[in-house]
């Protein structure tokens, strides 16, 4: 269904699958009992394979793309995923919980985007991908952890980072 690249396909294990196991157990370590939002997963990365990891988690996967929904909704039902939905685009309404962000939005943009959509108590998970780069979020995103870890299969280093989101007026 062309939902990764061409060229991606013949490492899709080490550049999909083994970076999910590792931002899915990144963002166990925070969740906290927190319903899980996976934005933009494109063809379930990470929030299908959490949802699997850790049944016990409430996941809800945000795409917009109707060509990616018709993927993931016969993956849920083939799979039988009782702890998965999947819905269009992220409503506007704030939610908590704990947020996964891979590959959806530059960070300037998803951190102001974010801040829009959380309340305070949540949890946003960045992933930052090969760049060294610190990450310079807005002051209502206070770090809470990072993660850096290499992929097998030469697929290079990633770095994923935890943000608690606190709103002005509330530290």
Sequence with gaps: MALVSKKSIEKSFATHYMDSIFI?????S??????VYDLGTGAGFPGVVYAIRYPKAK????????????????VLTSLNIDNLTLLGDM????RKGLFLARAVLPPPELFKFMSKRMTEGSTLIVNVGGS???????????????LCYELPMESGGRRVESFDFVPRGTK
Excluded: C
């Design 132 to 146: 060294r780069e610190p990450l310079n979020p807005p002051m209502e995103f206070l770090k809470t952890g990072e």
């Design 59 to 74: 996941v809800t996967l945000f795409e917009r793309s109707l060509k990616k929904q018709t993927f993931l909704s016969a």
């Design 30 to 35: 925070k969740r906290k009992e927190r319903e």
């Design 24 to 28: 899915s157990d990144f963002a166990e």
């Design 91 to 94: 409503l506007a309404e704030k």
